[in-house]
């Protein structure tokens, strides 16, 4: 769990790192100053800040608390689920055919360098190229389209996609253009 603690007479950004209900240790600084207030929202929402953490060391020499975190600006989504059925989030799916949604995607980026969004997803047909027929699942943020999944994800994921389904998306700022994740349950 991490634990933002604002009222902490040592750094009033602080951010207490606690497994099983012990403290284990703080974030430093600077992460602290970065994580702490996506951290205090999701607080005031009613959800707790948890993350993965792997133990590893010997009790009686050292050991060390590894902790994977996202970036603080993509925990907190910027939309919302709305009526969609989210998906699990087991693993990253890129989203392909971004080009012509390049101004959607920098639109919900903002001055922001990466965001978690709900996306919806739609089965649709590939209407052009070599896949012109074939299925292929779109991928919209508040009813706008910004890509689809490539024809080998669509084949894998599409019997989990129906009607009113979605899934959580990072939208992140690279050299080449904005890129996009859908986040999607194993198949």
Not at 7 to 35: C, I, K, Q
Not at 64 to 79: H, I, S
Not at 123 to 146: F, L, M, N, W
Request: proline residues 8%; aromatic residues 6%.
């Amino acid at each position: 769990m991490l634990i933002p603690e604002p009222d902490n007479p040592h750094d009033r950004n602080a951010v207490r790192v606690s497994v099983s209900g012990r403290t284990v240790g703080y974030l430093g600084r600077e992460d602290a100053r970065r994580y702490q207030p996506p951290l205090l929202d999701l607080q005031g929402a009613g959800f707790l800040g948890w993350c993965p953490a792997a133990i590893i060391g010997a009790a009686d020499a050292w050991y060390g608390v590894f902790l994977r975190l996202a970036e603080p600006e993509t925990m907190w989504p910027a939309n919302s689920p709305g009526r969609l059925a989210v998906l699990e989030a087991d693993r990253s799916v890129a989203v392909t055919k971004r080009r012509p949604h390049h101004d959607v995607l920098d639109e919900l980026l903002g001055q922001r360098d990466a965001v978690l969004v709900f996306g919806e997803l739609v089965q649709s047909t590939v209407t052009s190229g070599k896949y012109k027929g074939s299925p292929c699942v779109e991928v919209a943020v508040d009813g706008r389209r910004i890509g689809e999944l490539s024809a080998a994800m669509t084949e894998r994921h599409r019997h989990q996609v129906t009607p009113g389904c979605g899934c959580e998306v990072i939208i992140s700022r690279r050299d080449n253009g904005p890129h996009a994740a859908a986040y999607m349950p194993r198949p």
